[in-house]
């Protein structure tokens, strides 16, 4: 009987977890293969795609009994990215290779040996350097990626007996050596808020908006550039620092969404999910081990929904957890995993079904009925939740036709990073001030206080729209260079509530 260990990680949430893979070969009429601790179908299946690498790379195949135990089992193994440590684990118990106790593991077996990648390698690395790992060895396309994570030596391998090689000759080969830090910040390709004519009011709301982190609602006619608007803000966005790129390319590294050959994500995500989404495909879940949905693939970037009102209900009232708490969690009868999801939200809708309401040139040929059971579908917690309900008219010819497309995406971009420079002396951007801190940051005077009882009587606003509507002043403020908050700043603070009265009452 011979018995031989090696190390590998699964991942949950966004997070990995460490697996010691043992494995057993005595002798047997049978030669049976039987993979216990819990694995899904594609970790049972790697029998045959280890058993055809093995052959294939020149190793042989034992004529024995295996039997592989995956601890601790009461954790789901999911994945093929267990065919390396188990296919290593043979090896060793045929004497092919030495101990490997500092060592973790982690690739999908080709049938000819060959490595292919797997997800969440980032997750991996850093389960490693916590553990006190020395040498991580992964596919080679995740090398980059896993070298992220200091602290670990990180191996890219392309084939089996590239492995097998390594670990008999260590000092041949040298771990990957990366700059990730470098790959943060490059705006050239940014669309520019210039092309945009017009529409003066909605881009001063949206450059509010990204100063403080403020969600925005987008109401107007069809080709009123609603769209336009929406992709053009991840242009004035500061760029990502370091810890939000790490935890950000962890994110997308576990969806399986991280581009091929990249270690660390250089722009702020933009998402833009279909109105067809499904609950899961949004906020996360799916069969077996959760994975992220498209708000935590939005994590400390955009969440662009345009047609609002065309997404199912249900699916639209799981954003308030996100919206409120910046994390997703979600429940399993056998775990809880917790999703990061603070994300800026930019939501597009017509204000009615054919999308001419209050248009000045086309007349609208909706019922009163239908407007309001259109508007009905946006319920009233998730407005709360939206900062800035902003009106995006049609333009007209004579300001489509200029010259003049007003301030360029670089300016606004400046305005906001200094913006965003003063909240961080705070400790908190503008949209998350606690509430302990609320009323000392936005203090009033008395013509401030007449402003927003006014304003909080005649709109009929909730509590936690009376609060949003001061974070939302306190942004202007800040943009104004204001230590206080005036009445001039309640003032367009309130107007970005306008759409509260002009049509869901």
Known sequence: MSLFRTRSAAIFGIDAHLIDVEVDMYPSANRDFITVGMPDTAVRESRERIKSALMNSGFGYPSKSITINLAPANIRKEG??????????????????????????VGELSLDGAIRPVRGALSIAACARRKGITNLLVPAENAAEAAVADGVRVFGMRHLCEVVAFLRKPESFEPYVGSPQSAVGDRAGALDFRDVRGQVTAKRAIEVAAAGNHNVLLVGPPGSGKTMLA????????????PEALETTQVHSVAGTLPK?????????????????????????????????????????????????EFPRNVLEQLRQPLEEGAVT?????????????????????????????????????????????????????LDRIDLHIEVPAVPYQELRSKDGGASSS????????????????????????????????????????TLELAVRKMGLSARAHDRILKVARTVADLDHSERVSAK?????VQYRSLDRNYWQ
Do not use: W
């Not at 992709?231 to 370091?242: A, D, N, Q, T, V």
């Not at 833009?272 to 989404?277: A, N």
């Open 80 to 105: 093929a990215g267990f065919d390396l440590p188990m296919a290593l684990g043979i090896l060793g118990a045929m004497n092919v290779v030495g101990p490997v106790e500092d060592h973790l593991f």
């Open 231 to 242: 992709k053009r803000i991840s242009g004035i966005l500061p760029p990502l620092s370091f």
């Open 261 to 309: 050959g990249v270690g660390l994500l250089e722009d702020r995500p933009f998402r833009s999910p279909h109105h067809s989404v499904s609950d899961a495909g949004l906020i996360g879940g799916g069969s077996g081990t959760p994975r992220p949905g498209e708000v935590s693939l939005a994590h400390n970037g955009v969440l662009f929904l345009d047609e609002l009102p």
């Open 330 to 382: 979600i429940a399993r009868a056998n775990m809880t995993l917790t999703f990061p999801a603070r994300f800026l939200m930019i939501a597009a809708m017509n204000p009615c079904s054919c999308g001419f309401f209050g248009d000045p040139t086309r007349d609208c040929r909706c019922t009163g009925g239908t407007i309001q059971r259109y508007l009905g579908k946006i319920s009233g917690p998730l």
């Open 411 to 450: 300016e606004m971009r400046g305005r906001v990073a200094e913006t965003r420079a003063i909240q961080q002396t705070r400790g908190f951007s503008n949209s998350n001030i606690p509430v302990q801190e609320l009323r000392k940051l936005c203090a009033l005077d008395d013509a401030g206080e007449r």
């Open 489 to 493: 700043h309640l003032a367009e603070a």
